[in-house]
């Protein structure tokens, strides 16, 4: 499996046995998020965001997002998060966000 960073515009195939060496794997227990979709991406509290695409790393699936309102660290680190700097967070990194949670 090629170890580069690949940008996707729809979701490739993948599998979610994590010992997989021949396809993309996805970690996490729940179906890839939609484009669209608002996720919380737990890793370092970054909170709320807009799922804006996909990409793989590393044999790992991953989805491109548009944190809503990041820890200013992480805009100090990263620059101002916008679909022309997007943030990629693994399955494992992320949960959904149910629709009883309002959006910001």
């Given at each position: 499996m090629n170890n580069d960073f690949h940008r996707h515009?729809?979701?490739p195939p993948y599998?979610?046995?994590?010992?997989?060496?021949d396809q993309l794997k996805w970690s996490a227990e729940f179906e890839v998020p939609a484009i669209g979709a608002d996720i919380l991406i737990r890793i370092n509290s970054i909170g709320r965001a807009k799922v804006v695409g996909y990409a793989a790393q590393d044999g790992y699936l991953g989805v491109m997002t548009v944190p809503y309102s990041p820890p200013a660290w992480w805009v100090r680190q990263n620059g101002p998060p916008s679909l022309k700097n997007p943030a990629l967070a693994f399955g494992a990194e992320i949960c959904p966000v149910?629709?009883?949670e309002k959006t910001p």
């Open positions: 515009e729809t979701v599998t979610r046995n994590l010992a997989a060496t149910t629709s009883k």
